[in-house]
């Protein structure tokens, strides 16, 4: 259990920390309170536990609170304040925290408080005035595990701009999430704006800022949206003729997915994990570029991101019979009691009979152009991987969006890929 003591709004909470003492206590003290009262030598002598806040701002504060809670494995704190300290400290608890930690907020009695400061008198700004310096604190933090790398595919023209995400370069700190984790999940615990300032790095690194970036609503299905048409309440893909859009798919095992017509000018992101590759989710997207947008298939390109190989991805029997049915090397070991399942070759599959042209899909198979699709299992220096690192994993995503109107034929390079006639795939 942890406490957190706010004294930048409230100086009379010391009584009631008293029954606190064997829990982590944490003094919210602020760089301006510090200066003008010093440190506070009853906390300091009364309590074996406890961490003073003292650094520049108040977003610097709470992030180091949040560090030093991950560091300790803890997920609940109780918070001693005032009514107007709660107000600003739940917006800042909304951009530092996720749902994750729990917060019971104690309000001391305005007929408790001893100073025109605690009951609210020095602070003439609003709650969203005094909650600043998040975005500004984060974006001079250090990037971890180096820079930005980005993987692109030769087989898409220059035309449009797009990559593969790799985990460095970020300020994501948890060693699972470590460091340009783009997702921010209820569930994990990397906030809201430490996930914000790694897309804004990606941006930077990769050319799209200012550009918005569009991250499709996962479902594990094979439903697309097309942009410009009302929004689905969820989505595994996206596909578009605008510019000034980015559009990104998530992956982390799961494969994002990037299509291109040169010849239209389409875009395409969708997010296929296996439940996806069986539902269609790859030949769904193609379905809407030709419908929407009168794409040929001669003319798609398709690369396939880093995602989980066979080597490391199993299912149970029942779920990989659907996969055998599909093509039986997607299952290399249909005997096991959990088979190893192919889910790359799977899509491959999908797409070629669907009418993509083999040489216009990177992937694992081909050999010939810079790799795009890596295992994210096999390789933890590069990829976040859901399978290797349990719920608390990190995310990586493909993206892509469309720059100047001159561009390239795609296949410049003849690739050699395995099954490349349509009928062996059948």
């Known amino acids: 259990m942890a406490v957190l003591v706010d004294l930048t709004h409230c100086c009379s909470t010391e009584a009631s920390l008293q029954q606190e003492a064997d829990s982590h206590v944490f003094l919210l003290y602020g760089k301006t309170h510090r200066r003008d009262n010093g440190f506070p030598e009853p906390y300091l002598s009364s309590h074996r536990s406890l961490h003073v806040l003292d650094s520049g701002s108040t977003a610097e504060c709470l992030y180091r609170l949040k560090q030093t809670m991950d560091h300790l494995d803890l997920s609940s704190i109780s918070v001693l304040t005032t009514a107007r300290g709660r107000e600003v ?4 608890q909304e951009m530092l925290f996720t749902a994750v930690y729990t917060f019971d907020y104690k309000v001391t009695p305005a007929d408790k408080l001893t100073c025109s400061g605690c009951r609210g008198s020095s602070h003439s700004d ?10 500004d604190f984060l974006q001079q933090l250090p990037a971890l595990k180096g820079n930005i790398r980005i993987l692109k595919s030769t087989l ?5 701009g797009h990559g593969f995400s790799t985990r460095s370069g970020g300020v994501s ?3 699972t999430l470590s460091s340009l984790n783009l997702f921010s999940s209820s569930k994990r615990r990397d906030p809201g ?12 690194h990769a050319g799209f800022h200012p550009l918005p970036l569009r991250l499709v609503k996962v479902n594990h299905a094979s439903a697309v949206w097309v942009l410009g048409k009302p929004e689905p309440e969820s ?14 798919a998530p992956g982390a095992d799961c494969m994002p997915i990037l299509f291109a017509d040169p010849v239209k000018k389409v875009i395409g992101a969708a997010h296929a994990g296996w439940r996806g590759t069986v539902m269609g989710v790859a030949t769904a997207t193609v379905d809407a570029m030709v419908t929407n947008f009168g794409c040929r298939l001669s003319d798609i390109v398709v690369a396939v991101g880093p995602s989980v ?10 779920q990989a019979a659907d996969f055998i049915t599909l093509h039986p090397d997607c299952v290399p070991d249909p005997e096991s009691a959990k088979p190893h399942v192919d889910i790359r070759l799977a899509n491959r599959v999908l797409l070629q009979q669907c009418g993509i042209l083999p040489d216009h899909i990177h992937d694992n198979m081909v050999m010939d152009r810079p790799s795009v699709t890596p295992c994210t299992s096999c390789n933890p220096e590069d990829f976040f991987s859901h399978v290797r690192d349990g719920v608390n994993f990190g995310t990586q995503v493909g993206f892509l969006w469309m720059t100047a109107e001159q561009g390239g034929a795609p ?6 890929v395995p099954f490349a006639s349509k009928e062996n795939l059948m």
Do not use: H, W
């Open 156 to 160: 898409i023209p220059d035309c449009f």
């Open 173 to 175: 700190y948890l060693p």
């Open 126 to 135: 609003s709650p969203e005035v005094e909650v600043q310096g998040v975005s």
């Open 235 to 248: 989505y595994d893909s996206m596909v578009t003729n605008q510019r000034g859009v980015v559009l990104a």
């Open 193 to 204: 704006a430490v996930v914000a300032e790694n897309r804004r790095r990606l941006a930077l």
């Open 309 to 318: 190989g066979a080597c490391c991805f199993t299912l149970d029997k029942e």
């Open 411 to 416: 296949g410049s390079q003849t690739a050699k």
């Open 89 to 92: 400290l739940v917006r800042y």
